[in-house]
């Protein structure tokens, strides 16, 4: 069974980072290509990175070039997402996807990231 | 990359069949078959039930069906029950690497 487990949330100051991680199992995470959405309260999802299976192919949205940076360890079966420089409009849940057949086939539960003084 | 755009919201009774629209434009779902749609019920993360534009996955009702012409992907649910009610989500591949979202569509079952 796939499991995507995230964490690594909380509440931050705008201008602050946080480091996501989303723990895989279940499956051959070496060799699957992951994403992350987010979703805004009471929004639609959002697309925001994708990285390679080996970590050297990485997209972006352009909203969040240059401020949120997607890797991985294949060894931990772990993918992370680098949040800096974090304004409100980043207040999302922030779900860990493994793709099959160009579509979004598992997620995780999620986790909350909220931006606020 | 703008979002798709989907009807807010759309109702029907127990056994009747609801369409739900979502319209992109060329640079999206009018250019790649990859347009896929999400059931959400409230507190839960998005589960796919139409992927490549018509294919449902292993486990998804028959009642769930979609097309796609044009710059526009449809959703058909059939016989609606209860459970059916949720927001529902398009998305379309969008080239470059990227995918967008349609901004949902909260199915109401009188």
């Known amino acids: 069974e796939v499991q995507l487990v995230e964490s690594g949330g909380g509440l931050v100051q705008p201008g602050g980072s946080l480091r996501l991680s989303c723990a895989a199992s279940?499956?051959?995470?070496?060799?699957?290509?992951m994403h992350w959405v987010r979703q805004a309260p009471g929004k639609g999802p959002v697309w925001v990175s994708r990285?390679?299976?080996?970590?050297?192919?990485?997209n972006y949205v352009d909203s969040v070039k240059g401020r949120l940076t997607i890797s991985r360890d294949n060894t931990r079966n772990t993918l992370y997402l680098q949040l800096s420089s974090l304004r409100v409009e980043d207040t999302a849940v922030y779900y860990c996807?493994?793709?099959?057949?160009?579509?979004?086939?598992?997620w995780g539960q999620g986790t909350q990231v909220t931006v606020s003084s | 990359q703008s979002p798709l755009t989907q009807p807010a919201s759309v109702s029907g009774s127990s056994g009747q069949s609801i369409t739900i629209s979502c319209t992109g434009s060329?640079?999206?779902?009018?250019?790649?078959?990859?347009v896929s749609w999400y059931q959400q019920h409230p507190g839960k993360a998005p589960k796919l039930i139409i992927y490549?534009?018509?294919k449902r996955p292993s486990g998804v009702s028959y009642r769930f069906s979609g097309s796609r012409s044009g710059n526009t992907a449809s959703l058909t649910i059939s016989g609606l029950q209860a459970e059916d009610e949720a927001d529902y989500y398009c998305?379309?591949?969008?080239?470059?690497?990227?995918?967008?979202f349609g901004g949902g569509t909260k199915l109401t079952v009188l």
């Open positions: 490549e534009a018509n």
């Open positions: 060329s640079s999206d779902v009018g250019s790649y078959k990859f």
């Open positions: 990285i390679s299976s080996d970590g050297t192919i990485t």
């Open positions: 279940g499956f051959s995470f070496s060799t699957s290509w």
């Open positions: 996807i493994r793709p099959t057949n160009n579509a979004f086939v598992d």
């Open positions: 998305c379309s591949y969008a080239g470059s690497s990227t995918w967008v």
